[in-house]
């Protein structure tokens, strides 16, 4: 390395430096200045997104919302294909035709603003966890900065991927299995507009939040809470509840059981792995 690049990383060494001492220096209702203008613009983005989703009602319920509810939805066409390939009828999954019921007055005006929220939510996700890094970043050194990056990155994209499991697994899978499941001939399914956005919302919402779970453990091992010994003495258990839910919410059969709970063990394991990695660095440090 040259003299001149020397001086000029010192010098940039000398700029950030300063600026986590300034950033250190601020006061109580400073940082909460700053906090809340990071809010404001993370519900600001919200609100666009929330707006595009109501103008462009068409596209939301049709092509995205009540998707899942037809025979054509992306998901029945491949385990119906799965099913011809393995020869197992009960893949074969075509929901029969169904038309929601709506029995309050303002229903489907305030279904159409609380859907259009959760979609704006979602689609704001990344920037909102872009202006939590800036909050935190002028706080950390150019090193722990980089990590912080690539953990807002990891857990947008994360998130994202969990409702997208969510929307195009979960979801069909359970619409399926309630509509084909009766107790008795003389009971007719007739499903409420407002029950079937719950089930979606809570599905998408939670699976997303279910895919952080590498990013849970980074952190929790992080602060030292989370050793990756506790997880593996559990990981039988994990593993009996994840099985558990899947064979609740896919058809009989042990092929569409694994491609529901495989992905969530995979996520399981790459957390225990995490969790070493970072213990093992602490470890090393410590030494």
Known sequence: MTESNKKSSSSKETEENKKVKEHSEMTFLEHLEELRWHIIRSLL??????????????????????????????TYRFFSDLGKIFKIDS????????TFKNLEMAGQFTTHIEISFVAGLIMACPYILYEFWKFISPALYPNERKNVTSAAFVTSFLFLLGVAFGYYVILPMSFQFVMGYEISSAVENTFLLSSYMSMLCSIALSTG?????????????????????????????????????????????????????????????????ISARINKKREAAES
Request: hydrophobic share 60%; proline share 8%; charged share 15%.
């Open 209 to 273: 939040v279910v895919f952080e779970l590498p990013v849970l453990s980074f952190f929790l091992s992080k602060v030292g809470i989370l050793k990756p010994a506790l997880m593996r003495n559990y990981r039988r258990y994990a593993y009996v509840i994840l099985l558990f839910i899947a064979a609740i919410i896919t058809p009989p059969d042990v092929v569409s059981q694994i491609l529901v709970s495989l992905p969530l063990i995979i996520l399981y394991e790459i957390s225990i792995y």
């Open 45 to 74: 983005a919200a609100i666009v997104f929330t707006v595009v989703a109501f103008i462009e009602k068409n596209i939301l319920f049709d092509y995205i919302i009540f998707k899942p509810t037809r025979p054509d939805f992306a």
């Open 91 to 98: 893949l074969n999954m075509s929901p029969k035709a169904v």
